[in-house]
């Protein structure tokens, strides 16, 4: 197939043709945060997507954000540009083991973080993100046990902040758990006024090094308003994209991973291109198709997670 020579007004006019929004994370290419509609972190994009008067919904982003979309949005179309853009946090907790693990704790108020399938937001109470994790924890009746799942760091970071004690599922995500504690170290020696900023999702090692904690919307926020002039991001780079347009004279230093690899981008995420963006729009898909038992049942904790981080 031919593409057009400029894809962003092709983009543009196939926006207006479908009526369609385009939503992305801030782990995309940053080629398509600037043909983008709304850019955010998780819960910005679920609000975005649960208000939307779009008939279309483009999810620049991974599965379980369009998936989220979808639940939210039954009798609209959602576009995945690569429908095998998943997400190694939500693929370690498969549905029948979480079952196992929910049944030993029977009387334990289920939070699931959001980077989960359709599967296991069905099996829990309250969904949260990164930037209202604590919050909703907090919200919570003192007296039940609480199942958090499925990233072991976000919960025992979650734990911490608010006190309370978790039951972690131990699940993790590839891009988080990469970055090398040792050589953070060493770049911060090299850059002494330097402010390390990371992602709840990261190992306990690299976050006590943080200045700040916090979702990438919340990363973002805090790098334009902190005086410091560098910083060392420890989450996916994708979000420098932003920190760098928004600040142009302040300096953002990648957080290193363990191998000197690339590996700190993550491989899911980047599946997504323009080029398979365009595709999608003029295709009308790939689309998200869900079982309408599992929509139902996944819906309520989401809409519980808006409701509670109002
Ligand atoms: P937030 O968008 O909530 O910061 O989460 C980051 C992430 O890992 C998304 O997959
Ligand atoms: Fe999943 Fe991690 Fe990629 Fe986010 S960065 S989509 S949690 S693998």
């Not at 926006?15 to 945060?33: S, T």
């Not at 993100?129 to 799942?149: E, M, W």
């Not at 049942?297 to 997670?305: S, W, Y």
Request: hydrophobic share 40%; proline share 6%.
């Amino acid at each position: 197939i031919a593409l057009p020579k400029d894809l962003f007004c092709a983009i543009d006019e196939l926006k207006r043709e479908l009526k369609a929004v385009v939503l992305a994370h801030y782990y995309q290419d940053p080629d398509i945060q600037d043909i983008a509609d709304f850019i955010g972190d998780s819960l910005g994009l679920s609000q975005q997507a649960a208000t939307t008067d779009k008939e279309v919904i483009v999810f620049a982003g991974v599965h379980f954000m369009a998936e989220t979309a979808k639940i939210l949005n039954p009798d609209k179309l959602v576009l995945l540009p690569d429908l095998e853009a998943g997400c190694s946090l939500a693929d370690s907790c498969p549905p029948k083991e979480f079952a196992e693990f929910k049944e030993q704790h029977p009387t334990a108020i289920v939070v699931s973080y959001i980077n989960c399938t359709a599967d296991i937001k069905a099996m829990s109470d309250v969904i949260c993100t990164s930037s209202n994790a604590v919050k909703i924890v907090n919200q919570l009746p003192k007296d039940r046990p609480i199942i958090f799942g499925p990233d072991r760091n976000l919960g025992r970071y979650v734990a911490q902040q608010t006190g309370r004690d978790l039951i972690l599922w131990q699940g993790s995500c590839i891009v988080h758990e990469t970055f090398s504690e040792k050589k953070i170290v060493q770049l911060k020696i090299e850059h002494p006024n330097a402010e390390i900023i990371a992602h709840p999702e990261c190992e306990e090692t690299v976050l006590r090094h943080a200045k700040y904690i916090g979702s990438t919307t919340a990363l973002l926020k805090y790098s334009q308003q902190s005086s410091q002039g560098t910083f060392i991001v420890a989450t996916e780079p994708g979000i420098i994209h932003q920190m760098q347009k928004e600040a142009p004279s302040k300096r953002f230093i990648p957080a290193p991973a363990m191998n000197n690899c690339s590996c700190n981008e993550c491989p899911h995420m980047r599946l997504n291109t323009l080029e398979k963006l365009y595709l999608s729009m003029k295709h009308k898909q790939p689309e998200i198709i869900m079982d309408e038992s599992i929509r139902q049942a996944a819906l309520k904790p989401i809409q519980r997670m808006l409701e509670m981080s109002k």
